[in-house]
Structures are given as C-alpha cells and as structure tokens.
C-alpha cells in the first residue's frame, strides 16, 4: 500500500524543521509548500535587502521545492503572503509581478504581527503537477 502523501526535500531551499513540518507534500496531484522566507539555502540566514529582495529569495526557495517535486512556478495555482507591514505591499508587488508565468495564481495577501527571524515577509504556495510527472 503506497502513502497517500509524499515528502518533499531539497538542499536547494532552506532545511525545513523536520519533526515539525516539510518543505513541501505531494498528494493527490497537488504540491503544497510550506511558508518560505528569505532565507538563503547555504547560509540560512535571511538575505540583506527590502521587502524585494526577500520576496525575490522567498519564491526562489518555493522554486527549488517546487522543482523537487516536480512541478514549477508555472503550475501554482494559490499563494498565500504574509507581510510584517502592509506599508510593503506595493514594493512586494513589484517583485512578485516578475513571477508565476503568464496566468497568475489566486493570491492572498495579508499583515500579521510577527514572522520567524522577526523578517519581513513569508510567502506559501499550491502547485498541481504535470500529467507526466508520475508523482502521487
């Protein structure tokens, strides 16, 4: 009996907590991504930079998950972004629109008090996979 759900792991994004959560599951033709922040993968340390920057880093790390499960930017089809401030929105906007393929995802966007590493911005995603990826 195979599991009706897979973990996903890449070096390429930074290490999840692993008795907490996984960077990404693949279930039922979906891949569902954690939150990622502006971590970088090698240093794990939040890059230096705005709002931009890290949106920049935040979906470069949902990438490299993305790709480990194999889908991609392209086949996301929700995102969810939380900002330490909604005074970032419009320069958060101004990386995002960069992303995604032509067809934009549905997205939320909202302000919450507190993010890990006391960073500004944190960004989750839902991708389905491709027909022939062969993945659950």
């Known amino acids: 009996m195979s599991s009706l759900k897979q973990k996903i792991t890449t070096k390429d994004a930074p290490d999840a907590l692993p008795h907490i959560f996984s960077q990404a599951i693949v279930a039922n033709g979906f891949v569902y991504c954690s939150g990622s922040i502006a971590m970088h993968p090698e240093t794990l340390k939040i890059v230096d930079g705005d709002v931009a920057a890290h949106t920049h880093q935040c979906i470069s790390n949902l990438s490299a998950v993305l790709k480990a499960a194999g889908s991609s930017l392209e ?26 393929g032509e067809v934009k995802p549905s997205r939320t966007c909202v302000a919450v008090k507190t993010l890990p590493f006391q960073t500004d911005i944190e960004i989750e995603c839902v991708a389905v996979l491709p027909p022939t990826t062969g993945k659950l």
């Open 75 to 100: 086949h996301v089809v929700k995102v969810n972004v939380f900002l330490a401030s909604m005074d970032d929105f419009k320069n958060m906007n101004s990386a995002y629109e960069n992303y995604f």
